[in-house]
């Protein structure tokens, strides 16, 4: 096979929308394998013990009152549980699907990113989906941003809306434009076909983190182009 017919439109298609990430990752987990992610890890491990702890009989309500977060709690409340109400994994939900997410956008986030600016997206995006929760209770029904009032009740998304919010800042980040774009027609696909609390906060938390991305092209560092293999500078 030539070098010309072993470099398919596919395979540079990958390379330029993954490569950068990808290398970044792998070069990381070869180096300092689970200690590239100490992070993630806790994280991981954290949603695993609040799962458990709420499925006992005696466990439930104190983690509800650690890290739950809805539309009826006053807001001072909610941004006192919103730092934990990332790793509270929601109750109509598979808990592997949470553990799954975290570990592999968390993961790549934090090696990326690096783990404060992963945590600050992360808490960015889910405030973001808590602060139009009660916006959207308060508009009402009738209004095309609005919620239903039975909604006051019902629990933020957990670590969804910070794993969405992460997803578009790391295409943002790493010029994988396609991906993010997929990602947000993914979420708006969610809330058309089930159109409940969950999928508009993910929205949500998609419109925030969009707006931190502007904020950072507009103002952050200059962002040059960045040469396949090489991850961008934090």
Not at 81 to 102: E, H, K, Y
Request: overall charge positive.
């Amino acid at each position: 096979m030539t070098a010309r017919n072993s470099s398919t439109p596919l395979r540079r298609f990958a390379r330029r929308e993954w490569g950068p990430m990808f290398w970044t990752v792998r070069d990381a987990l070869a180096r300092d394998t689970w200690r590239a992610i100490p992070m993630t890890l806790g994280a991981v491990c954290l949603t695993s013990v609040f799962q458990i702890v709420q499925n006992t009989s005696w466990g439930f309500q104190p983690v509800q009152n650690l890290g739950s977060v809805k539309a009826v709690d006053p807001f001072w409340l909610a941004l006192l549980r919103t730092p934990l109400s990332l790793f509270v994994p929601a109750l109509d939900l598979p808990v592997w699907g949470a553990l799954a997410q975290i570990l592999l956008v968390f993961g790549i986030a934090e090696i990326c990113l690096g783990r404060w600016r992963t945590l600050v997206i992360g808490y960015v995006a889910t405030l973001a989906g808590t602060t139009y929760a009660r916006i959207g209770v308060a508009l009402g029904p009738e209004h095309p941003f609005g919620l239903p009032v039975s909604d006051r009740v019902v629990n933020d998304t957990g670590p969804s809306a910070a794993v969405v919010g992460l997803a578009i800042y790391l295409c943002w980040r790493h010029r994988a434009y396609l991906t993010g774009a997929l990602v947000i027609l993914a979420m708006t696909g969610e809330v058309l076909i089930n159109n409940n609390l969950a999928g508009k906060e993910h929205l949500a938390a998609i419109a925030a983190v969009m707006a931190v991305c502007v904020v950072r092209a507009q103002w952050g560092p200059v962002r040059s182009r960045v040469p396949l293999g090489q991850s961008p500078p934090p």
